[in-house]
T-cell receptor, first 112, second 112 residues
Framework: ETGVTQTPRHLVMGMTNKKSLKCEQHLGHNAMYWYKQSAKKPLELMFVYNFKEQTENNSVPSRFSPECPNSSHLFLHLHTLQPEDSALYLC???????????FGPGTRLLVL | KQEVTQIPAALSVPEGENLVLNCSFTDSAIYNLQWFRQDPGKGLTSLLLIQSSQREQTSGRLNASLDKSSGRSTLYIAASQPGDSATYLCAVGPYNFNKFYFGSGTKLNVKP
């Protein structure tokens, strides 16, 4: 596979569930990002990882927990989410912060 | 905090028309500006990246300009086609590379 892949593509979970989103990039990039896209709102940057080190979390609630085991994989662990967390979660990568970001197809999350 | 505004929010044009999408930002201290397209329910595809030292970038029928001093960028699409129908997003990257700010997008519909 090439580019940036995300799994699962769709996820429905209850507020007490624990689930994880996975992102993998096959581009040899150094930086990876998690974004949240809600209806009628601009894309919001959640987390940035550079060389596996988290550099920004943008005040995201602790019910979202990122993990970056290596420069190619990024996870977003979810627990005790709220219905307002329902959104499209997008992963992206870039060679450097100053370079073009390449996005995955996203995970459509619905919290009941 | 940087604010990014895109006007218009939606645009419908007949096939073949040339059109301009607008993006404005409040803080001119940016490192780069990117234009993306997003098809319904999918991730973002990068169209053009303009570094702060550049005035414009071109790719095929697309031309993006940047005027940092006035806080504006435009995306020009020549000879529009139905396949250009999508939402177009602009994003600014400040010198603090950990923060990227997106506009809410312009939803374009090109009618056959």
């Amino acid at each position: 596979e090439t580019g940036v892949t995300q799994t699962p593509r769709h996820l429905v979970m209850g507020m007490t569930n624990k689930k994880s989103l996975k992102c993998e990039q096959h581009l040899g990039h150094n930086a990876m990002y998690w974004y949240k896209q809600s209806a009628k709102k601009p894309l919001e940057l959640m987390f940035v990882y550079n060389f596996k080190e988290q550099t920004e979390n943008n005040s995201v609630p602790s019910r979202f927990s990122p993990e970056c085991p290596n420069s190619s994989h990024l996870f977003l662990h979810l627990h005790t989410l709220q219905p307002e967390d329902s959104a499209l979660y997008l992963c992206a990568s870039s060679q450097d912060y100053s370079e073009t970001q390449y996005f995955g197809p996203g995970t459509r999350l619905l919290v009941l | 905090k940087q604010e990014v505004t895109q006007i218009p929010a939606a645009l419908s044009v007949p096939e073949g028309e040339n059109l301009v999408l607008n993006c404005s930002f409040t803080d001119s201290a940016i490192y780069n500006l990117q234009w993306f397209r997003q098809d319904p329910g999918k991730g973002l595809t990068s169209l053009l990246l303009i570094q702060s030292s550049q005035r414009e970038q071109t790719s095929g029928r697309l031309n993006a300009s940047l005027d940092k001093s006035s806080g504006r960028s435009t995306l020009y699409i020549a000879a529009s086609q139905p396949g250009d129908s999508a939402t177009y997003l602009c994003a600014v990257g400040p010198y603090n590379f950990n923060k990227f700010y997106f506009g809410s997008g312009t939803k374009l519909n090109v009618k056959p």
